[in-house]
């Protein structure tokens, strides 16, 4: 029977952010053990990521938690002493409704408990405790703390409080040995107490590190963390190098006296099984007006944009829309309603329909209340469906763009559509969408900050006591690449190569570094993502709060959409801001009204003005380097500066040269074969 561990921490460890989890994972399937836990500390950031990683291994993954207990209430926020804030607590989903329980549990810590750490009290552990298994945790368990202070009845009333929580059976006395004599006082405590009470042992080690080598470089991560330097005495310390991952023979080791509490380590192991269903969409209901039913109800919404943008009409009044014919690009009437309906087929088929209410009545509600919405961008502007519901104000039949880069029956993944709102009033339509939908039903998207190569070195420079112009220079030998690693920067660089291969202190700074890159280093808020639920949230995912007091979730939003959640994009851009206030100061002084939705996209002096380079503030052309290729490019129609926005981004900047000759000379135009022809004339034989 393999052995194995029941906890792991993630809080103040080298086993946050994906390589770490992987690293854990594949540590454990070599010492042979058939499962593993992650019980972070007050969160479950990283459930999911450790969730596929240990499926993917076949590890059974113990989704838990090590959360802090409130004294009293959660509510009571009074209290000043570091030890009489909170007692930690460590739950285990056993099953789905545990998992379930487990994500409220964590989230009330946050919505309802925080104070210095987010609580959670017994009414919230009796409200939820179904489908969980409790351990009484480390030396900060509140049984731990009553025994280390000798108050050996109050240890047992804990106790005894804790099973009638969560039942017979589903809770334990946890023994841990790091080696901290006041570890093997409490555990002889424990053992004595387990037999008087009848309340089982377990046997854990915490993990905060993968290798036992790792110590070092974990407590490097601590100062970091702590704002601290190694020679501080007066810092936090894991001291004796005791939590990595153990192996079998190491834990029986520790606990010779102890073997039904080994045995039960893997007992609990096996009666935790939770999965998790990706891919499944779970949209909110939009409630459509009497009469209808989300389907009707988009019919006919499109059906009015239809007859709104193209003067074209299905249905029985089909007849009457001869007058359109040809009435935009080569598409007639009937060509025109065989587009909208394959759309809608699709979006039907593929379970969307209700996206699309949802994401028409705010951005309706935005231009009812005129908050500026931008004309819309990325591919949800090649649906004819979004430009007749005003979703975007791009033709998409105009300018030849493609549906299926948006919404694809073979490709199934849920719609995604940014949209822009008038900086200032962006939150306005999120309060919106809040109050239609329920507070607790729309929540805001976690992010992670994370360690790159130069803050990574400059971080450990500092810790290590290093001079700071010195750590600079090293730091400096990063080249200004996006996602830049130390080793590419290694490989890069010959000077730094040949710093870190002849300088010891080099050497061990970098080799420090490379041990943390890439670890999260802080959280905070997307700037756009919203996810809206058909239940509240806390149903689908954990929260947490922002730096602002916003409720967040704590999965990131690629996790967010494996789950099946709606997330939305409400971008905030100033560029609106702008353009909008230009026309009421147009109107108020002029007494002229722009209408943003009708201006000549051929106007000469325009298109001239921005063939100068003269395009500060002008959204995407505003760069150096957009306005040389402007100058370059001298556009003559809206189709050139699209082509040009285009084509100016790593890779496709190869074909600039050609394209530009193309447009200038004419010449030199080649096709592979005569089909590409109408299908690339009008970006002169470049593929855009």
């Not at 009796?126 to 280390?148: D, K, M, P, T």
């Not at 589903?170 to 080696?179: S, T």
């Not at 380079?613 to 189709?639: A, C, H, I, W, Y």
Request: charged share 25%; glycine share 8%; net charge negative.
């Amino acid at each position: 029977m393999a052995f194995t561990h029941l906890h792991v921490h993630t809080e103040y460890s080298l086993l946050d952010g994906s390589n770490k989890i992987k690293e854990y994972v594949k540590r454990v399937k070599e010492l042979g053990m058939d499962s593993a836990a992650i019980t972070d500390h007050g969160v479950m950031y990283g459930v999911i990521e450790f969730y596929k990683e240990a499926k993917a291994a076949g590890i059974n993954p113990i989704m838990g938690c090590e959360v802090y207990v409130a004294p009293n209430s959660r509510f009571d926020k009074e209290l000043t002493g570091g030890e009489d804030r909170y007692y930690h607590l460590v739950l285990l989903a056993e099953n789905n409704t545990g998992y379930a329980n487990l994500m409220k549990i964590v989230s009330r810590g946050f919505t309802e408990g925080y104070y210095y750490k987010p609580r959670v009290d017994m009414e919230v552990l009796n409200q939820f405790h179904e489908g969980i298994i409790a351990l009484s945790a480390c030396l900060a368990g509140e049984v731990q703390r009553y025994i280390s202070k000798g108050l050996i009845d109050e240890a047992k009333k804990a106790a005894l409080k804790y099973e009638s929580c969560f039942g017979k059976g589903n809770y334990f006395l946890e023994m841990q040995d790091h080696g901290i004599p006041e570890q093997k006082t409490v555990n002889a405590a424990l053992l004595k107490m387990s037999k008087e009470l009848d309340i089982p042992l377990v046997v854990t080690n915490d993990v905060h590190y993968t290798y036992a080598e790792d110590e070092k470089s974990h407590d490097v991560l601590l100062c970091i963390q702590t704002a601290k330097k190694l020679a501080d005495e007066d810092r936090m310390r894991y001291i004796g190098g005791q939590y990595y991952v153990k192996s079998e023979e190491e834990m029986k080791g520790l606990f010779p006296y102890a073997w039904e509490a080994v045995e039960n380590t893997q007992r609990i192991a096996d009666r935790c099984h939770v999965e998790i269903e990706f891919g499944v969409t779970k949209l909110p209901h939009f409630e459509v007006p009497e009469g209808y039913d989300s389907w009707s109800y988009l019919n006919k919404l499109c059906d009015d944009g239809l007859y709104e943008r193209y003067g074209v009409v299905r249905g029985e009044a089909r007849e009457n829309a001869g007058a359109a014919e040809a009435v935009s690009g080569e598409m007639n009437a009937e060509s025109l309603i065989r587009r909208l309906e394959y759309e809608l087929d699709v979006i039907r088929t593929m379970g969307y329909v209700d996206y699309f209410l949802i994401v028409w009545d705010f951005i309706n509600y935005a231009k009812i209340n005129d908050i500026m919405v931008g004309p819309g961008r990325g591919s949800a502007a090649g649906s004819i469906v979004s430009y007749c519901l005003r979703i975007t104000d791009i033709d998409p039949i105009k300018y030849n763009l493609l549906f299926e880069r948006f919404l694809n029956p073979e490709r199934v993944s849920m719609p995604d559509i940014d949209i822009d709102f008038c900086f200032e009033r962006r939150q306005e339509v999120i309060d919106y969408v809040g109050k239609k939908y329920g507070a607790d039903r729309v929540v805001q998207i976690v992010t992670f900050g994370t360690m790159a190569a130069k803050g990574v070195i400059r971080d450990v420079g500092r810790v290590m006591d290093l001079p700071y112009a010195y750590v600079d220079s090293i730091a400096k030998m990063v080249p200004n690449e996006l996602n830049v690693t130390i080793d590419r920067a290694l490989s890069a660089n010959p000077e730094f190569r040949k710093m870190y291969e002849t300088d010891e202190q080099v050497k061990t700074l970098i080799d420090m570094s490379k041990r943390l890159e890439g670890l999260p280093r802080h959280t905070s808020m997307h700037a756009a993502g919203v996810v809206i639920c058909s239940k509240p949230a806390e149903e689908f995912v954990p929260l947490s709060r922002g730096s602002d007091g916003s409720v967040t979730t704590q999965f990131t939003m690629t996790t967010i959409e494996e789950l099946g959640l709606l997330k939305m994009d409400f971008l905030g851009l100033r560029t609106l801001t702008v353009i909008q206030n230009a026309a009421h100061y147009v109107e108020k002084n002029k007494g002229i009204r722009l209408d943003m939705e009708h201006i000549d996209y051929d106007d000469k002096a325009v298109l001239a003005s921005i063939g100068t380079g003269r395009t500060d503030g002008v959204f995407q052309l505003e760069s150096g380097g957009m306005k040389n290729f402007m100058k370059e490019l001298k556009p003559q129609s809206l189709e050139d500066i699209i082509a040009g926005i285009s084509l100016y981004r790593p890779g496709p900047m190869d074909f600039i040269p050609k394209y530009i000759k193309g447009k200038n000379t004419n010449q030199d135009i080649t096709y592979s074969c005569p089909q590409l022809e109408p299908i690339l004339s009008s970006t002169y034989g470049c593929i855009v």
